[in-house]
């Protein structure tokens, strides 16, 4: 079974310093990776996606994430955080050697990014 | 626009009664999904379908039931089985169902029962 574990429920950083959301997976094969934000009441935009290659993967409004197959884990940065990247966060897994094609999704981080 | 349309964006549902969850995709995808949100668990995978008239239960199909009669549309029923149904619920599709395809999700329905 595929699963993934966000550690921290919420994660607060000053505007302007670097962010770190937390991921850490579970497959029993080769993992695909992706990470998406929700604002509230709405519903999820793709940020971005890990499938094979570069470990480090760069996404949509200056997000990107590293992919560390030892440690099991794909956690998200910004070099510079905005109060606009304020929002809820998830890391979502599918196990490329499984029929299950659907997105296993981590339970959310929240990220507060203060003024 | 291309995209997810799910209505209606609020739905209240009295004890006992079967509510249907609308969903439409205009982007030619195959694959579409539900999902159901609750506070600190993340998304929980109800049903998926790779094609049309086809379609495979998730980890919480109880309670709720599907049909993939249009490639466009993937429509949800709640029904009076799902004992504990307020929740919010997303749809998404995606191109197919490879593994390294991302889903594109709709707006979402807040569903509360009365």
């Known amino acids: 079974a595929q699963s993934v574990a966000q550690p921290e429920d919420q994660v607060n950083v000053a505007e302007g310093n670097p962010l770190t959301v937390k991921c850490t997976y579970s497959?029993?094969?080769?993992?695909?990776l992706f990470w998406y934000v929700q604002y509230p009441n709405r519903g999820l935009q793709f940020l971005l996606k890990?499938?094979?290659?570069?470990?480090l993967v760069k996404g949509s409004y200056g997000f990107e994430a590293e992919f560390n197959k030892s440690q099991t884990s794909f956690h998200l940065k910004k070099p510079s955080a905005l109060v606009s990247d304020s929002a809820l966060y998830f890391c979502?897994?599918?196990?490329?050697?499984?029929?299950?094609?659907?997105?296993?999704f981590g339970s959310g981080t929240r990220l507060q990014v203060q003024p | 626009d291309g995209g997810i349309t799910q209505s209606p964006k609020y739905l209240f549902r009295k004890e006992g009664q079967n509510v249907t969850l609308s969903c439409e995709q205009n982007l030619n995808h195959d694959a579409m999904y539900w999902y159901r949100q609750d506070p600190g668990q993340g998304l929980r995978l109800i049903y998926y379908s790779q094609i049309v008239n086809d379609f495979q239960k998730g980890d919480i199909a109880e309670g709720y039931s599907v049909s993939r009669e249009k490639k466009e549309s993937f429509p949800l029923t709640v029904t009076s089985a799902q004992k504990n149904p307020t929740a919010f619920y997303l749809c998404?599709?995606?191109?197919?169902?490879?593994?390294?395809?991302?889903?594109?999700f709709g707006q979402g329905t807040r569903l509360t029962v009365v």
């Open positions: 497959v029993s094969g080769n993992p695909y």
């Open positions: 979502a897994v599918r196990d490329m050697d499984t029929g299950r094609r659907a997105l296993t």
């Open positions: 998404a599709s995606s191109i197919s169902g490879g593994a390294n395809t991302e889903a594109f």
């Open positions: 890990y499938i094979t290659g570069d470990n």
